[in-house]
T-cell receptor, first 113, second 118 residues
Framework: ELKVEQNPLFLSMQEGKNYTIYCNYS?????LYWYRQDPGKSLESLFV?????AVKQEGRLMASLDTKARLSTLHITAAVHDLSATYFC?????????????FGKGTKLSVKP | ETGVTQSPTHLIKTRGQQVTLRCSSQ?????VSWYQQALGQGPQFIFQ???????GRGNFPPRFSGLQFPNYSSELNVNALELDDSALYLC?????????????????FGPGTRLTVL
């Protein structure tokens, strides 16, 4: 059974600081996603990572994937209050078809002035 | 291009009742997946419909059932509601990708239906 583990589950940061969220998964997968969720809202897709060594960046967020280690990271640079949200990683189990996503428990990020 | 829509937004039911949630897929998408998100947890896969057929199911009992219609919209039905069924129910639509790129098969999520079971 595939397990997806994120850590930390809660993260309180000061504005301007850097930090990394980790996502470990237990079985080989085709692709990994990072989502953002604001309170009471749906999921917003941030990154899709396909291959080993993939790195994607958008603004202050950068995601990477190491398929050999079954590890993805979401790095936050110079955090700002607007980044406060819950971040989920999700692993696609479909193996080429349109599959189901297995989500981690999420990391609740709070950025304080 | 219209995004994924869900109705209703909120719903309150009592234990033992039945509920139907609805999802309209994004234009051009033929696949709908349903997820249950309990408070403070990540979404859990319930099932997926592709071209009106169930195409995969997570670890949910048979009282969770679904339909997909010819226009690719979908319903999630839950019978004999239990208190633990209280959650945000998300649907996501997608379509087969052909380019081999990262965005192939990407699922786009709707705003969700918040179900409370009393």
């Amino acid at each position: 059974e595939l397990k997806v583990e994120q850590n930390p589950l809660f993260l309180s940061m000061q504005e301007g600081k850097n930090y990394t969220i980790y996502c470990n998964y237990s079985t080989t997968s085709d692709r990994l996603y990072w989502y953002r969720q604001d309170p009471g809202k749906s999921l917003e897709s941030l990154f899709v990572l396909l291959s080993n060594g993939a790195v994607k960046q958008e603004g202050r967020l950068m995601a990477s994937l190491d398929t050999k280690a079954r590890l993805s990271t979401l790095h936050i640079t110079a955090a700002v209050h607007d980044l406060s949200a819950t971040y989920f990683c999700a692993v696609d189990m479909s193996r080429g078809s349109q599959g189901n996503l297995i989500f981690g428990k999420g990391t609740k990020l709070s950025v304080k002035p | 291009e219209t995004g994924v829509t869900q109705s209703p937004t909120h719903l309150i039911k009592t234990r033992g009742q039945q509920v139907t949630l609805r999802c309209s897929s994004q234009s051009g998408h033929n696949t709908v997946s349903w997820y249950q998100q309990a408070l403070g947890q990540g979404p859990q896969f319930i099932f997926q419909y592709y071209r009106e057929e169930e195409n995969g199911r997570g670890n949910f009992p048979p009282r969770f059932s679904g339909l997909q219609f010819p226009n690719y919209s979908s319903e999630l039905n839950v019978n004999a509601l239990e208190l633990d069924d209280s959650a945000l129910y998300l649907c996501a639509s997608s379509r087969p990708g052909t380019s081999g790129g990262a965005r192939d098969n990407e699922q786009f999520f709707g705003p969700g239906t918040r179900l409370t079971v009393l």
